[in-house]
């Protein structure tokens, strides 16, 4: 089992650029790896490090100024590549929630399978919640998963998103499809048992 997601109120991380794609969100040299260990370190990593392997002080992930479990994108994230890599780079740096006004589709359901909740909402709201964290960083976001909705504290406006019912319901309960299977093992043999 997973942790299970409730209510997220944290602090953003904002990356407004458009079209960004799974290999930028994990190069293609990384792939080899067979765990979902450690990706978190590689996230961004040709826009993170140069070559030499030091930071680059202008990308926002390495910015003091900015942290926590929600990233802000521009729209169409997570377009490219199918690699669920990606996902788990995301999930293993700590993100719970991303947030654009367009996902690539795939991308969108490697997310909910890593347990990272993407919400799409409009793009007045998305150019206005970069506004409010380009003004104070330490500018909140509330999203609540079992009421759908996402909320900007700085100007108390809220939208309502969409998510397929059994994701919601495996992402509050913390269950991965094997897990959800498991839990209804009895209701599968009760069904089969009738049709022996």
Same mark, same amino acid.
């Given at each position: 089992?997973?942790?299970?997601?409730?209510?997220?109120?944290?602090?953003?991380?904002?990356?407004?650029?458009?079209?960004?794609?799974?290999?930028?969100?994990?190069?293609?040299?990384? $792939?080899?790896?067979?765990?979902? %260990?450690? &990706?978190?370190?590689? /996230? !961004?990593?040709?826009?993170?490090? =140069?070559?030499?392997?030091?930071?680059?002080?202008?990308?926002?992930?390495?910015?003091?100024?900015?942290?926590?479990?929600?990233?802000?994108?521009?729209?169409?994230?997570?377009?490219?590549?199918?690699?669920?890599?990606?996902?788990?780079?995301?999930?293993?740096?700590?993100?719970?929630?991303?947030?654009?006004?367009?996902?690539?589709?795939?991308?969108?359901?490697?997310?909910?399978?890593?347990?990272? $909740?993407?919400?799409?909402?409009? %793009?007045? &709201?998305?150019?206005? /919640? !970069?506004?409010?964290?380009?003004? =104070?960083?330490?500018?909140?976001?509330?999203?609540?998963?079992?009421?759908?909705?996402?909320?900007?504290?700085?100007?108390?406006?809220?939208?309502?998103?969409?998510?397929?019912?059994?994701?919601?319901?495996?992402?509050?309960?913390?269950?991965?499809?094997?897990?959800?299977?498991?839990?209804?093992?009895?209701?599968?043999?009760?069904?089969?048992?009738?049709?022996?």
């Amino acid at each position: 089992m997973k942790t299970k997601f409730n209510i997220v109120r944290s602090t953003c991380v904002p990356l407004p650029l458009e079209n960004v794609d799974t290999d930028q969100i994990i190069p293609a040299r990384f $792939l080899k790896a067979t765990t979902k %260990e450690g &990706f978190g370190e590689n /996230l !961004f990593c040709d826009w993170r490090y =140069d070559k030499q392997g030091n930071k680059i002080d202008s990308f926002v992930l390495n910015n003091p100024l900015y942290g926590g479990e929600i990233l802000v994108a521009g729209k169409n994230f997570g377009s490219g590549s199918s690699r669920e890599h990606a996902a788990w780079a995301i999930a293993d740096y700590g993100f719970r929630v991303v947030v654009s006004s367009f996902f690539a589709d795939i991308h969108k359901n490697n997310e909910l399978n890593n347990f990272v $909740l993407p919400v799409v909402v409009s %793009e007045p &709201f998305l150019a206005a /919640l !970069f506004a409010s964290i380009e003004k =104070d960083p330490t500018t909140e976001v509330v999203v609540d998963l079992p009421a759908q909705t996402i909320t900007n504290t700085m100007t108390q406006t809220s939208e309502t998103f969409e998510i397929n019912a059994y994701k919601k319901h495996c992402l509050m309960h913390g269950l991965d499809d094997i897990d959800f299977l498991l839990s209804n093992k009895h209701k599968i043999e009760t069904w089969e048992n009738q049709y022996k």
